[in-house]
């Protein structure tokens, strides 16, 4: 036996049980350290999940076909010396379309539950064969656990990392415990590959809440000091469907983007959906807004069901439209590839506008009508500039420029619309500008491209420093000059990324030493990852381990990275390994009053 896939152990603790591929074991505890083997049983399909009775007297296991197979009197099978696993007697069940994802008998072994990808929890009474459904729990069925003080509660795990208590005897949810959910349960953060940021990840003006994309076109809503998830957001309606097994993974819905106003009364999201049309990668796209229900205090107010409340106002159906493809031909639609593609959602700092940036060369910006409580939003103005695509926006603190960002760097009157100037990236750096951000209290603007790090200075409208990184995310501080950025490192068979900057090269911390291959060059400076060779001989020193300033954990594979805008050498820097940096943001202390955190810049960081 090569690996074990899960080890199940009856209620009476007298034994335990585990499978690979197509056999199941099954060992009495009391002669587990004696030299016996174990029962086999064997199936012609592949387990996929296992339970042992209360009392060892059945075992029950799930298969890849959607089939569980049911061994009876197994007590005197185990007990025997020797037993062919054929004599043993076998009942197979058959419901769930796709793999048994999880099974669990109750105390008396009158019952068995079972769950899967289907978001269903089934009741088998064993001695009829009747079944019991409690669907829609939102999620593929991952875990059963049974209460041993009430033999009718059972706790559900989904894969969306929720968790139902259920009452399977009333058939109703008693309760859920919700924890920082997934962005869709396919596992890609960014379905349309557009947007800025891989992963939503905004703060919430009042109440600082972080709020999250979260699986089933939802938002949200977690106490990230609090280490709770507070409430949730139904931004587009939405059934769970499983996905028949061994199709081609289609399209959820999902939520790509959200912005508040200044005191988060407004909210602002794009959501899209699938359209079924040709491909299962071609998407509609919808800008909803929403109002505020405040509630008889100024914090969220949250009813039972645990729900924003928050009321829509208005829904725009594919905003940015244009029926353009990118290339003409079936092969096109196929890909779903469409010049309709929202890449940016921003609000501006003190007015209701919002601009929406997009693939059809276009941005837009929307305006609220002035009706007391919140009135319809319309569009107030459209402008372009040049040919290409638009991938990024984002308004000044003060609110009077707009910046935004495709092969160039666009900036514009933010109340009457009008071109001010365009800062063209400097030669061999070339790429779309995919986020770009205002540094508060201070004339700087932060942009990144594919493989670059820019900080320019918007009044000379020049480079002051850059580096030449793949920036994954991006977060300026609400006050300070200051912000922050994600860094993926390569894997070893990418090149290696350097850190490249036009001011002299971060210097490493006092009293330390920086690695690193130093590049040729009377203006340009390098720092390599460091070598395997050198990341064992650090280790194996008695000193402290020497690493670059820039990166100073050597075996990590994301880094976040601190900056003040006016200086290329970071601040501080960390590094995390086996995780991906997804968003990042600041959490400002003066939010909320439950905040126990002194320093003025806190960063939180969303990892995957």
């Given at each position: 036996?090569?690996?074990?896939?899960?080890?199940?152990?009856?209620?009476?603790?007298?034994?335990?049980?585990?499978?690979?591929?197509?056999?199941?074991?099954?060992?009495?505890?009391?002669?587990?350290?004696?030299?016996?083997?174990?029962?086999?049983?064997?199936?012609?399909?592949?387990?996929?999940?296992?339970?042992?009775?209360?009392?060892?007297?059945?075992?029950?296991?799930?298969?890849?076909?959607?089939?569980?197979?049911?061994?009876?009197?197994?007590?005197?099978?185990?007990?025997?010396?020797?037993?062919?696993?054929?004599?043993?007697?076998?009942?197979?069940?058959?419901?769930?379309?796709?793999?048994?994802?999880?099974?669990?008998?109750?105390?008396?072994?009158?019952?068995?539950?079972?769950?899967?990808?289907?978001?269903?929890?089934?009741?088998?009474?064993?001695?009829?064969?009747?079944?019991?459904?409690?669907?829609?729990?939102?999620?593929?069925?991952?875990?059963?656990?049974?209460?041993?003080?009430?033999?009718?509660?059972?706790?559900?795990?989904?894969?969306?990392?929720?968790?139902?208590?259920?009452?399977?005897?009333?058939?109703?949810?008693?309760?859920?415990?919700?924890?920082?959910?997934?962005?869709?349960?396919?596992?890609?953060?960014?379905?349309?590959?557009?947007?800025?940021?891989?992963?939503?990840?905004?703060?919430?003006?009042?109440?600082?809440?972080?709020?999250?994309?979260?699986?089933?076109?939802?938002?949200?809503?977690?106490?990230?000091?609090?280490?709770?998830?507070?409430?949730?957001?139904?931004?587009?309606?939405?059934?769970?469907?499983?996905?028949?097994?061994?199709?081609?993974?289609?399209?959820?819905?999902?939520?790509?983007?959200?912005?508040?106003?200044?005191?988060?009364?407004?909210?602002?999201?794009?959501?899209?959906?699938?359209?079924?049309?040709?491909?299962?990668?071609?998407?509609?796209?919808?800008?909803?807004?929403?109002?505020?229900?405040?509630?008889?205090?100024?914090?969220?107010?949250?009813?039972?069901?645990?729900?924003?409340?928050?009321?829509?106002?208005?829904?725009?159906?594919?905003?940015?439209?244009?029926?353009?493809?990118?290339?003409?031909?079936?092969?096109?639609?196929?890909?779903?590839?469409?010049?309709?593609?929202?890449?940016?959602?921003?609000?501006?700092?003190?007015?209701?506008?919002?601009?929406?940036?997009?693939?059809?060369?276009?941005?837009?910006?929307?305006?609220?009508a002035p009706e007391k409580g919140g009135g319809a939003w319309s569009i107030?103005?459209?402008?372009?500039?040049?040919?290409?695509?638009?991938?990024?926006?984002?308004?000044?603190?003060?609110?009077?420029?707009?910046?935004?960002?495709?092969?160039?760097?666009?900036?514009?009157?933010?109340?009457?619309?009008?071109?001010?100037?365009?800062?063209?990236?400097?030669?061999?750096?070339?790429?779309?500008?995919?986020?770009?951000?205002?540094?508060?209290?201070?004339?700087?603007?932060?942009?990144?491209?594919?493989?670059?790090?820019?900080?320019?200075?918007?009044?000379?409208?020049?480079?002051?420093?850059?580096?030449?990184?793949?920036?994954?995310?991006?977060?300026?501080?609400?006050?300070?000059?200051?912000?922050?950025?994600?860094?993926?490192?390569?894997?070893?068979?990418?090149?290696?990324?350097?850190?490249?900057?036009?001011?002299?090269?971060?210097?490493?911390?006092?009293?330390?030493?920086?690695?690193?291959?130093?590049?040729?060059?009377?203006?340009?400076?390098?720092?390599?990852?460091p070598e395997e060779e050198e990341e064992d001989a650090a280790e194996a020193a008695a000193g402290e381990r020497?690493?670059?300033?820039?990166?100073?954990?050597?075996?990590?594979?994301?880094?976040?990275?601190?900056?003040?805008?006016?200086?290329?050498?970071?601040?501080?820097?960390?590094?995390?390994?086996?995780?991906?940096?997804?968003?990042?943001?600041?959490?400002?202390?003066?939010?909320?009053?439950?905040?126990?955190?002194?320093?003025?810049?806190?960063?939180?960081?969303?990892?995957?």
């Open positions: 036996m090569r690996s074990a896939s899960q080890l199940a152990v009856s209620a009476d603790g007298e034994y335990f049980a585990t499978f690979e591929r197509h056999s199941a074991l099954v060992w009495p505890i009391k002669a587990a350290t004696k030299a016996r083997d174990p029962l086999r049983l064997h199936h012609t399909k592949s387990f996929t999940c296992i339970a042992l009775g209360s009392k060892g007297d059945s075992f029950a296991a799930g298969d890849a076909s959607g089939r569980i197979r049911i061994w009876h009197d197994l007590n005197a099978a185990v007990a025997a010396p020797e037993v062919d696993s054929k004599q043993v007697k076998c009942t197979t069940v058959h419901w769930h379309a796709n793999p048994v994802g999880c099974v669990a008998f109750t105390e008396d072994g009158k019952y068995l539950l079972s769950g899967g990808a289907e978001g269903v929890l089934v009741i088998w009474q064993l001695d009829t064969g009747v079944r019991q459904y409690l669907p829609r729990l939102g999620a593929p069925l991952r875990t059963l656990a049974l209460s041993p003080a009430d033999p009718s509660i059972v706790t559900v795990g989904l894969a969306d990392n929720a968790q139902h208590i259920l009452n399977f005897a009333s058939m109703t949810i008693k309760s859920s415990i919700r924890g920082i959910q997934p962005a869709n349960l396919s596992g890609d953060e960014n379905p349309s590959g557009t947007l800025s940021s891989s992963r939503l990840l905004r703060l919430h003006p009042r109440q600082g809440y972080a709020v999250l994309s979260a699986t089933g076109a939802c938002l949200q809503f977690i106490d990230a000091i609090g280490n709770q998830s507070v409430m949730r957001l139904q931004v587009a309606s939405r059934n769970y469907v499983a996905q028949p097994h061994q199709s081609p993974a289609f399209s959820e819905p999902a939520v790509l983007a959200a912005a508040f106003s200044r005191d988060g009364a407004t909210l602002v999201t794009l959501d899209t959906r699938p359209t079924g049309a040709l491909s299962h990668k071609a998407t509609d796209s919808c800008l909803r807004f929403w109002e505020l229900r405040l509630g008889e205090t100024s914090e969220l107010a949250v009813d039972g069901s645990g729900n924003a409340p928050y009321v829509l106002t208005t829904c725009v159906n594919d905003p940015h439209l244009k029926g353009v493809l990118c290339t003409v031909g079936l092969d096109a639609l196929k890909r779903g590839v469409l010049y309709k593609d929202i890449t940016a959602l921003e609000y501006h700092p003190f007015e209701h506008l919002v601009v929406t940036t997009s693939l059809d060369k276009e941005f837009k910006i929307w305006q609220r107030r103005s459209v402008a372009s500039y040049g040919d290409e695509p638009l991938h990024s926006a984002a308004f000044s603190p003060d609110g009077s420029l707009l910046a935004i960002g495709g092969m160039a760097i666009t900036l514009w009157d933010a109340h009457h619309h009008t071109h001010s100037a365009t800062l063209v990236p400097p030669p061999g750096q070339p790429g779309a500008v995919k986020t770009l951000t205002f540094v508060a209290s201070s004339p700087f603007l932060v942009v990144a491209t594919k493989d670059t790090l820019m900080t320019w200075n918007l009044l000379t409208l020049s480079v002051m420093w850059s580096y030449s990184l793949n920036i994954t995310s991006l977060a300026t501080h609400p006050t300070l000059p200051q912000f922050a950025v994600s860094v993926s490192r390569p894997s070893a068979a990418a090149p290696k990324a350097t850190g490249r900057v036009e001011t002299p090269v971060p210097a490493a911390p006092a009293g330390k030493k920086a690695k690193g291959k130093k590049a040729k060059g009377k203006d340009a400076s390098e720092y390599d990852f020497e690493a670059p300033a820039s990166f100073p954990e050597p075996r990590a594979t994301s880094y976040a990275l601190l900056f003040d805008a006016a200086q290329s050498d970071p601040l501080a820097a960390w590094g995390l390994r086996d995780s991906a940096i997804s968003a990042m943001a600041f959490l400002n202390p003066q939010l909320s009053s439950k905040v126990p955190i002194a320093s003025e810049a806190s960063l939180l960081v969303l990892t995957q």
